[in-house]
């Protein structure tokens, strides 16, 4: 597993410096000084090391959001996540996501895993609440229906170069408090 990470860091730095075209399987042998049929034991393309590193640098931001977003309220937490993911999506994330295009189906299916685990996230800061109004929650309108439908905002929210916050965050005040 070391020698993955090590062509992942590889890969990682390429990209950030000379970007995606640079990324070859030959070019990250000579980075990591292995024969390039090693590389092929842990990547079968450079599709597959795009989509990992791709997976790998959501999960890294997505554990260090647990760490950095401690605001008590669910509203005011989401309005902390925003400003976080923005963040996160420098140059060099949104080049690699772009890249993810050759390869819409594998990419979706990676990206959804990612968004599960997000919705999830979700769900139990909505759980840790206590200031949201009793009877908000019905049979039709779950914790987990709302983190949906808010994850599905937040995506487009990044999509957008000067996405507007605003009216997410007051329809969440509305809504829960």
Not at 19 to 48: C, H, M, P, W
């Amino acid at each position: 597993m070391e020698l993955r990470k090590t062509l992942l860091a590889c890969a990682s730095r390429i990209e950030c410096t000379e970007g995606v075209d640079a990324i070859n399987i030959r070019r990250l042998a000579k980075e990591a000084n292995i024969a390039v049929g090693t590389v092929y034991n842990y990547f079968e393309s450079k599709q597959e090391v795009l989509l990992a590193l791709t997976e790998e640098y959501w999960q890294n931001a997505l554990e260090e959001m647990r760490h950095r977003i401690t605001a008590a309220r669910f509203s005011d937490q989401i309005a902390q996540i925003i400003v976080f993911l923005r963040t996160k999506m420098n140059d060099c994330a949104k080049v690699l996501m772009k890249s993810l295009r050759d390869d819409a189906a594998t990419g979706q299916i990676r990206m959804s895993a990612m968004q599960s685990v997000l919705k999830q996230a979700l769900v139990e800061r909505l759980d840790r609440d206590s200031t949201i109004r009793t009877g908000v929650w019905s049979e039709n309108f779950t914790k987990e229906s709302f983190a949906g439908f808010l994850l599905i905002n937040l995506v487009i929210l990044m999509q957008q170069e000067n996405g507007d916050e605003g009216t997410l965050l007051e329809i969440l005040d509305r809504i829960l408090y």
